[in-house]
């Protein structure tokens, strides 16, 4: 099977002379279609400079990144942007949906924006809402949904072009547990359903272990990868708390 994300001696070096930092230093890592990958690490470690990488935010210094068969590092202008706009999905912490916008527009407009048929956007939109559980709140505008609603709508937002990698940075971390539980599970229910690709940066060890696959870094480099297998939740959780000891440091407070 082909892969979905192929990254292959990643480096991306900030500064000049002797203040030189090696955010990434040949970071190597793949994903299959259909696979539900996390990047843990302590700040510093490189995890979100990776991920901007990927997500086209930032360049790289040197190494090739591979996205559903186009190689991005020569991408430039127009064609990076389309590229990002059709085969990229992204959650972010702050959600970055627009204020003057209901949820079915900030949802829509990812459609807007792809040129799909107008006649059939409201269907998508009210069936991708249906998945996330957030049917109801389709005519309110952000500020009236709670956090997790309006991160799950961001999730809507990020799937309904269905991109080949959806990119989340932190998609939990400004939420309640509740509501990271909420998201979480909608997370897991549109890869196992939908077979959605998801590439998820983040610091906590009960939020990762909904993955099936776990890649940690540190100074910038692959510390070590876990897979998930057949266990169940709280034995993949227990092993990434065993390697999150192991690493120390900053990690300390996914505990």
């Given at each position: 099977?082909?892969?979905?994300?192929?990254?292959?001696?990643?480096?991306?070096?900030?500064?000049?002379?002797?203040?030189?930092?090696?955010?990434?230093?040949?970071?190597?890592?793949?994903?299959?279609?259909?696979?539900?990958?996390?990047?843990?690490?302590?700040?510093?470690?490189?995890?979100?400079?990776?991920?901007?990488?990927?997500?086209?935010?930032?360049?790289?210094?040197?190494?090739?990144?591979?996205?559903?068969?186009?190689?991005?590092?020569?991408?430039?202008?127009?064609?990076?942007?389309?590229?990002?706009?059709?085969?990229?999905?992204?959650?972010?912490?702050?959600?970055?949906?627009?204020?003057?916008?209901?949820?079915?527009?900030?949802?829509?407009?990812?459609?807007?924006?792809?040129?799909?048929?107008?006649?059939?956007?409201?269907?998508?939109?009210?069936?991708?809402?249906?998945?996330?559980?957030i049917s109801?709140?389709?005519?309110?505008?952000?500020?009236?949904?709670?956090?997790?609603?309006?991160?799950?709508?961001?999730?809507?937002?990020?799937?309904?072009?269905?991109?080949?990698?959806?990119?989340?940075?932190?998609?939990?971390?400004?939420?309640?547990?509740?509501?990271?539980?909420?998201?979480?599970?909608?997370?897991?229910?549109?890869?196992?359903?939908?077979?959605?690709?998801?590439?998820?940066?983040?610091?906590?060890?009960?939020?990762?272990s909904c993955?099936?696959?776990?890649?940690?870094?540190?100074?910038?480099?692959?510390?070590?990868?876990?897979?998930?297998?057949?266990?169940?939740?709280?034995?993949?959780?227990?092993?990434?708390?065993?390697?999150?000891?192991?690493?120390?440091?900053?990690?300390?407070?996914?505990?």
């Amino acid at each position: 099977m082909e892969e979905i994300l192929t990254v292959r001696e990643l480096t991306r070096v900030y500064g000049k002379g002797g203040g030189v930092t090696r955010a990434l230093d040949g970071v190597s890592l793949s994903l299959q279609p259909g696979e539900y990958v996390a990047v843990m690490g302590p700040s510093g470690s490189g995890k979100t400079t990776l991920l901007n990488c990927i997500s086209t935010i930032d360049r790289p210094t040197a190494g090739s990144i591979v996205i559903d068969g186009q190689e991005l590092t020569r991408l430039r202008g127009r064609a990076l942007a389309k590229f990002r706009r059709e085969r990229l999905g992204f959650i972010f912490q702050d959600c970055n949906l627009l204020d003057t916008l209901t949820a079915f527009e900030n949802i829509a407009l990812a459609l807007s924006i792809v040129h799909a048929p107008a006649g059939g956007i409201e269907k998508r939109v009210k069936d991708t809402a249906q998945l996330l559980g957030i049917s109801d709140c389709l005519n309110k505008y952000p500020y009236q949904m709670s956090g997790g609603q309006q991160q799950r709508c961001a999730a809507a937002r990020a799937i309904i072009t269905k991109p080949a990698l959806v990119l989340a940075d932190e998609p939990t971390g400004a939420l309640d547990s509740r509501s990271a539980r909420m998201l979480l599970d909608r997370l897991e229910e549109l890869n196992r359903d939908l077979g959605t690709t998801i590439l998820m940066v983040t610091h906590d060890a009960f939020t990762a272990s909904c993955c099936r696959r776990v890649v940690f870094l540190q100074d910038g480099q692959i510390f070590q990868e876990l897979r998930r297998g057949e266990e169940d939740r709280r034995n993949f959780f227990q092993k990434i708390i065993q390697v999150v000891t192991r690493m120390g440091g900053e990690m300390a407070d996914v505990l």
